[in-house]
């Protein structure tokens, strides 16, 4: 009877036991909107205050760029001028891959990158996303992003930290992407809150021509709630060559030959008086030259 008494009473006693114990710690909404993204999804940081990306992330990109093939499953999805874009299937995912190759003819490495990287210059040219930057620190920036989707779809969201390293002796930059959050911009029922699987670029001189860019850009993402699978591949295809094709047509815009003050009219107008004002020169030399000879007008000059 005691040991059954006591089986009874440690019975009791574990609920108790093994109850969680209550957290008083004030919960702040970055913590709110880990704990809603932890369900499964790829882990997130919280509002990081230290650079998020180590050596690892940046070998990883540059490993997914040198891998080419069928035989690492890569595929041949679109070829412009100037562009070239692989697929591959991710075999934990139904999400697919994409890697683009893009030329930036006549864009200097210095000035893509300042296109590509400055906030204040990528809202210039590109049409498709709104960018916003939350926070920036020494060696790495906190962004807010969205995507625009066609009308039938919800649009996108994220909150990334993003940086950048400068590798001289490959004449390489590398530009890095990674979910985050941040208090000021929690998840958002206008928008669903997208996850980034893979997120970089590798920015490098056109070794044919130095006033010339490289672009390779890898992106895998988790676009979250409903889109027909169609109509996502065609954006997620489509998206580089977009990116590529907006930030030339700026380019050229910028470096537009400026107008001439004088318009084809006028210019004919000048040349003309020119003309006129130099022969009555020519005209006024001879004279001086030779007293016996008139100029025009050399009754009214007798009057005078």
């Known amino acids: ?143 807010y992003w969205k995507f625009k989707f066609p009308a039938a779809c919800t649009d996108r969201d994220f909150v990334l930290a993003s940086t950048t390293r400068v590798d001289e002796d490959n004449k390489r930059h590398i530009v890095l992407y990674k979910d985050c959050v941040h208090p000021d911009k929690a998840p958002n029922s206008q928008y669903i809150r997208g996850e980034t699987m893979v997120n970089g670029l590798i920015i490098r001189p056109d070794d044919k021509d130095a006033e010339s860019t490289k672009v390779t850009l890898i992106q895998q993402f988790n676009m979250k709630g409903w889109i027909p699978k169609f109509l996502l591949n065609r954006l997620t295809l489509a998206r580089a060559l977009g990116l590529r094709e907006q930030m030339l047509e700026y380019w050229k815009e910028l470096n537009k030959p400026a107008p001439k003050e004088n318009g084809p009219t006028e210019s004919k107008e000048e040349n003309k008086e020119n003309k006129e004002e130099a022969a009555g020169e020519e005209k006024k030399e001879e004279a001086e030259s030779n007293p016996e000879s008139k100029p025009e007008g050399g009754e009214e000059e007798k009057k005078e």
Request: some cysteine.
């Open 1 to 143: 009877m005691a040991d059954e008494a006591n089986a009874a009473a440690t019975t009791e006693k574990k609920p108790e036991e093994n109850a969680p114990v209550e957290d008083k710690t004030e919960e702040t909404p970055a913590d709110t909107e880990t704990a809603k993204q932890d369900g499964g999804a790829a882990p997130v940081l919280v509002a990081p205050t230290e650079n998020p990306f180590g050596v690892d992330d940046f070998e990883h990109i540059l490993q997914m760029e040198a891998s080419e093939g069928a035989d690492n499953g890569w595929e041949p999805a679109k070829k412009n001028v100037g562009a070239e874009v692989f697929k591959k299937k991710d075999k934990n995912s139904d999400i697919t891959m994409v890697k683009s190759f893009l030329t930036l003819t006549g864009i200097p490495l210095d000035k893509a990158i300042e296109l590509i990287t400055k906030c204040d210059e990528r809202k210039k040219w590109d049409k498709d996303n709104m960018i916003e930057v939350l926070d920036e620190k020494s060696d790495f920036s906190i962004l």
